[in-house]
Every structure is written in C-alpha cells, then in structure tokens.
C-alpha cells in the first residue's frame, strides 16, 4: 500500500567551485514545511507525483499547503489502487477501457455506488488525478502521440458582483466524475453509522486483541463524536483538566477548540462530553509503560501528546489510513463483515444518530438539536439536523421492511403449498 508522508522541503542550488559541484540552501527560496510525497509500498518514492507536489506549493498562482495535501491524498488512494491492481499508471493499451485511469474511474463510480465513498469525494479524486496526468503529460513524463482522453469547452454563465451576466469557459475531461448524490439519508461526509451491536463487536475485539490505544481512539469516537484531528491533537495535560459535570458527576467534560492546542474542524470552540469510566481509563493510559515508552521517543513538540506512533511521531493522515487499514483487515479476517469498508468517521455518526435518539426521547426537537449540535461541535444546526431526520426515518423504516417482508413471506408459502399440491 502506497504511503503518503510529509517532508521539510529546503530549497537547493548548485555551486561551482574549482570545477566541482556541490549544493547548497538557496537562501532566496522558502521553505517548505509539511510538504506531502508519495512512497510506493516497496519504499521508493513516486518521483513524477512529488514533482507535482512541489510544483503546486511553490506556484506564484497560490499553492496552499492544505490544498496540495488534499490533492496529493487523493493521488495516494489512486496510487494504493495501482498496486492492488499490480498497474503501471503509464501504461495506456490502445482499448480505452483497459488503461489504468478508465479503471479507476469505473472503481470510483463503484465506490460511490456501494456507499464507501461520499460522491463530493469521487468526484474530487477523479479530478485530481486528472490534474496529475497533465501535469505529467505538461512536463513529458508520458508521452503519447494521441490524447489520453477528450476534453470538451463547458460554457459558465454567472452574473458579476454589479449584476451583469458573464461566461467563462473551462476545460472539462470525459473522465471527470459528476457529483450526484446517493438516494437515501446520508450524514456527515456521506457516512452511515453503524448500529450499536456492532459497534460494541469491533470495541470488544479490539480489546480481547490487547491493542489498549486503538480501543480508546475508537471509544473517544464513539463516545465523544469527537473527530480525528481531535483526538489526535489531545494531550495528557487536557485530560487531567477534565472537570466533572456539576449536575451528573459520571460526566467529565473536556474543552476542545482555540486555547486547547486541540484542533477542532473550522476552530471551533466547545468542549467534549466523556463518560466517568472512559476519563479514568485515558488518564490510567496517559501513565502506563507502553505510552511512557512512545513518549520517550517523541521530540519535545509532541511529547504532551496522548496518543503516538510506535516511533513517538504525531498521528497524521498517513498512519492512522494505515493503522486503519489494519484494522479492517484484521476485523474481516474474524468475520466482521460489517467492517469491509469502515471509516474511522462513522464512529462519530454512530455517536451523533445515539446522542440524537436519546435527547429525543426527552426534549422537544429545537432543544434536542440545540444539545446534540453543542455535543458535536457543528457549526450550523443544518447538519445537526441531519441527525433528526435519520432518527425519525429509522422507525419508519423498520415498519415498512416487517409489512413487506411478512407479505413477501405470505406470497412465497403459498405458491410453494400450491407447487406441492
């Protein structure tokens, strides 16, 4: 499986002296921290797929570092994919529909189908590969004496900010993946939770297996909602500066947000309600053997951190997509089907669809909304409301499938009686 990692970029120049080449720091260049790039599973790096990377940071057309992380994760999935499919992705057969990049528009579309891919996301990853391809086609890292693939003139019309109608023209690929929606409910990032019998399988099994940290990341996102970023940004400090709710002293909260060190999605401040068991289980981890080990190995940056890596490093998107592939792997091998295409965000969905039933049962739909959008930190209580309808849904639901299923159940016995009559 494909790596994407981040580097400290220096900027180099070359020097000659004497006759000799050596190179140095071009003091007149930035920088760049955080950098992504691509290593394949064999550890040797994807060089064309880097130099877009760094051609994207360091362009004068705005090359946010957050932008080409985004881009270049979604070029390590593709990547990922090529070598599941044991593909080179310069390889193009003269048949279209056996080149590497139709494939993979086809696995996407699939993705987006079954439901383990939201359609905003295929859609961008679709686009970003094609960004890659002509990028690499821009630069002769393959050469083609025919196109790839068609491109075609969209016209776009919108109205300018004194009302007149303007058009612009872009170019759009045949490849290109539109974003269609899915039927039915879908909440946060297109993700269903999954029920709480199951949730308690994949806890129960990650414990029996003794993997103490995964188990309590897991809990935090089924017990908190709280997110990746979150939970991989706590520190020791901020659990033992959890405080007990004064109402119900089996609730300890936790604040999150600006002023925390903890990242929350759009910074936004609030705090992380937890269970008793759970704060004195994190605080019990915070001080045991195994973490005072990995802490022993961390920088000074990253040793207040809660969680880390086997090497003492920050969690980030790299290792926990791996950590989480393990996880999956590991879950279908034991015969959790459910698990085959597990996100570690529906845990948070998990949460948000209990939390909502919950309150429901007690207050009225504006309080349960306003508590539940608190709990999660949404920003707008649209999503929240999200939460709501898929609550008022499932009911539904299940009394449709039981009238259906008895009728279907009906007409199946009684054409078998009468086929033996």
Not at 7 to 32: C, N, Q
Not at 299 to 313: Q, S, Y
Not at 372 to 398: A, C, G, I
Request: proline share 4%; aromatic share 10%.
């Amino acid at each position: 499986m494909a790596n994407l990692e981040l580097i400290s970029y220096t900027p180099m120049r070359e020097v000659v002296e004497d006759g000799d080449v050596r190179w140095v720091a071009d003091r007149l260049a930035h920088r760049i921290n955080d950098l992504p790039q691509i290593f394949w599973d064999n550890g040797e790096p994807w060089h064309e797929a880097n130099h877009w990377a760094l051609t994207k940071a360091t362009s004068t057309a705005g090359g946010h570092i957050k932008t080409v992380t985004s881009l270049m994760k979604h070029l390590a999935a593709y990547a990922s994919w090529l070598e599941t499919k044991e593909l080179d992705w310069r390889h193009f057969p003269l048949r279209k529909q056996d080149r590497a990049i139709v494939l993979y528009r086809g696995e996407l579309i699939a993705q987006r189908t079954r439901g383990s891919l939201a359609p905003s996301t295929a859609t961008a990853r679709m686009g970003a590969v094609v960004q890659f391809y002509r990028h690499a086609h821009a630069y002769r890292f393959v050469q083609r004496k025919r196109p790839i693939w068609k491109d075609r003139q969209v016209v776009v019309r919108y109205h300018d900010t004194v009302g007149f109608e303007r058009t612009l023209m872009r170019i759009s690929s045949e490849l290109s993946i539109p974003n269609r929606k899915r039927s039915g409910l879908r909440l946060e990032d297109g993700l269903t939770p999954l029920n709480p019998e199951d949730a308690a399988t994949l806890l129960g099994s990650v414990k029996k297996e003794g993997l103490h940290e995964l188990h309590l990341m897991l809990s935090l996102g089924f017990f908190t909602g709280a997110r990746f970023e979150t939970i991989t940004t706590l520190g020791v400090e901020n659990i033992e500066n959890a405080y007990p709710d004064p109402q119900t002293p089996d609730i300890y909260w936790i604040r999150v947000g600006p002023g925390t060190d903890v990242n929350t999605k759009l910074d936004v401040e609030g705090s992380l309600m937890v269970p008793r068991p759970l704060i004195e289980e994190l605080k019990a981890y915070a001080y045991s053997t195994p973490r005072l080990r990995r802490q022993g190995l961390a920088n000074e940056a990253n040793r207040g951190l809660l969680f880390l890596t086997i090497r003492g490093n920050r969690y980030k998107s790299g290792s926990f997509t791996r950590l989480m592939t393990d996880l999956r792997r590991r879950s279908l091998n034991a015969g959790m089907c459910f698990m085959r295409n597990f996100k570690f965000h529906q845990t948070r969905a998990t949460f948000g669809t209990m939390a909502m039933g919950k309150v429901m049962e007690v207050a009225n739909t504006q309080t349960a909304v306003a508590i539940v959008r608190d709990l999660m930190l949404h920003r707008d209580e649209k999503v929240t409301m999200q939460y709501v309808r898929f609550n008022e849904e499932s009911p539904v639901k299940t009394e449709l499938a039981n009238v259906f299923s008895a009728i279907f159940s009906g007409i199946v016995n009684r054409d078998w009686n009468q086929h033996h009559a």
